[in-house]
C-alpha cells in the first residue's frame, strides 16, 4: 500500500470512529446533523454504530490491505446515502462534508 493510501486510510477512519461513536452514543451535536436532514435519532444512532464499525475495518485494512476495501464500500454507499438525503431535505450546502469523504473514499478505493 503507498503511502498516500495508507494517510487517507487513517484519516477516514479517525473521522469515521468520531462521527460514528458521537453518533451512536445519542450526543446531541453527533446527532444535530442528521435531525437537520430530518433523519429519525434512531436510525442515526443505527448509522453511526454501522460506520464505528466500519471505521475499525479501516483500521485493520492498515495491516492487511485486502481487509480496507470492504469497510471503504459500505462508508462510499453511506456517503452516497448522506449525500442524496441532504438534497431531498433541501440542504445541499450542508452535504459538502459527505461529497468530500465520498470522494477521499473513492480516492481510496483506487489507490488500494
Do not use: C, Q
Amino acid at each position: 500500500m503507498t503511502t498516500s493510501a495508507t494517510i487517507i486510510l487513517a484519516f477516514l477512519a479517525v473521522v469515521f470512529v468520531i462521527s460514528g461513536l458521537s453518533k451512536a452514543s445519542g450526543n446531541e451535536k453527533g446527532l444535530s446533523g442528521t435531525r437537520d436532514v430530518n433523519v429519525k435519532d434512531g436510525l442515526a444512532r443505527v448509522i453511526g454504530f454501522f460506520e464505528a464499525l466500519l471505521a475499525l475495518g479501516l483500521i485493520l485494512g492498515l495491516k492487511w490491505n485486502w481487509m480496507a476495501y470492504f469497510p471503504l464500500v459500505g462508508l462510499w454507499f453511506f456517503m452516497a446515502g448522506a449525500i442524496f438525503v441532504h438534497f431531498k431535505a433541501n440542504k445541499a450546502k450542508t452535504a459538502f462534508p459527505a461529497f468530500f469523504l465520498l470522494t477521499l473514499i473513492s480516492i481510496a478505493l483506487v489507490l488500494i
